[in-house]
């Protein structure tokens, strides 16, 4: 299962931004879809994540702030990015944990897409 991930850019701070992180396979189903983020110098935190029946949980420093969401007939996770500050600033990815089948086997998968840099400035 792949996933990729798309919508980083530069904006200034107080606006907001939609990343979206689409995954791509066959024989596959999804479990909870994540979003981290890794500034310079600093280790990889978890952002957001949702569940397959679209419960979602937050870091304390973007509660309020952002929303996570899933389109669950497109495989496809979002992450909407209101009022952003330049601490925001990161290269974020998602990451999914599900199930993948063969006509054999159902296999465990824990996949991450490439990462989008989100770049606020003040």
Do not use: H
């Not at 981290?36 to 935190?45: C, D, F, L």
């Not at 949980?57 to 990015?81: E, H, I, P, W």
């Amino acid at each position: 299962v792949q996933l990729q991930a798309s919508g980083g850019g530069l904006v200034q701070a107080g606006g907001s931004l939609r990343l979206s992180c689409a995954t791509s396979g066959s024989r596959f189903s999804i479990n909870a879809m994540e979003w981290y983020r890794q500034a310079p110098g600093r280790q990889r935190e978890l952002v957001a994540t949702i569940s397959s029946s679209g419960s979602a949980n937050y870091a304390d420093s973007v509660k309020g702030r952002f929303t996570v969401s899933r389109d669950n007939a497109k495989n496809t996770v979002y992450l909407q990015m209101n009022s952003l500050k330049p601490e925001d600033t990161a290269v974020y990815y998602c990451a999914a944990e599900g199930f993948s089948y063969s006509d054999y086997a159902t296999t465990a998968f824990r996949s991450w897409g490439q990462g989008t840099l989100v770049t606020v400035s003040s």
